[in-house]
């Protein structure tokens, strides 16, 4: 029997596209993220009827809004990716700029949502449900300024690989966030 190494089988860590630091730093705050979600519903356990009135204060369409921003972002992202490999680098850098743009709009909602929620006089201690919501929500907001900054160094170094990375973290950004959305602004 002859073996050929043309064609080496596929998986391992060196399939993963861009960096695996990169992979170990996004499986570590999926964790982190998914900790925070099994003890948000941990203790909604204790207290449905609680968290389903505290959940009223929200605002849902808001939320919904910003699934839909950072979805698109996401898309914008992936596409640099593709763009990039083409070697169309400028195109690739303003839908890279599309991603970021969107990722403001993102926290320019978020800022209004928590001036609104402020303004109703709700703070981390008027309920453990929102003590979860601001963590939970501030958390991820911190992250998508964080992906911005990234994906501004990655448009400013925009090797393909870089650009993978990057976009790798703002899908993880994506990711956490439509976690979070159905598990905060939607269960009754």
Do not use: C
């Amino acid at each position: 029997m002859v073996r050929t190494t043309a064609n080496p089988s596929p998986g391992g860590l060196d399939d993963l596209p861009g960096d695996l630091m990169m992979w170990v730093l996004i499986i570590s705050e999926l964790l982190v993220f998914g900790a925070g979600l099994a003890a948000f519903l941990g203790v909604r356990i204790s207290d449905p009827a609680g968290f389903a009135e505290a959940r009223t204060y929200l605002h849902p369409t808001l939320a919904g809004i910003n699934t839909v921003v950072l979805i698109t972002s996401g898309f914008l992202a992936a596409r640099s990716v593709d763009l990039r490999q083409q070697d169309r680098r400028k195109t690739a850098r303003i839908a890279l700029t599309g991603a970021m743009t969107l990722g403001v709009v993102f926290l320019v909602i978020k800022a209004i949502e928590y001036a609104d929620t402020a303004a109703q006089g709700i703070s981390t201690e008027t309920h453990p449900f929102f003590t979860f919501y601001y963590l939970l929500t501030g958390f991820h907001a911190m992250h998508v300024i964080a992906g911005i900054v990234i994906l501004a160094l990655v448009a400013w170094k925009d090797t393909p690989r870089n650009m993978e990375v990057g976009t790798a973290f703002w899908h993880m950004v994506d990711l956490v966030w439509v976690l979070l959305f159905p598990v905060i602004y939607l269960l009754a």
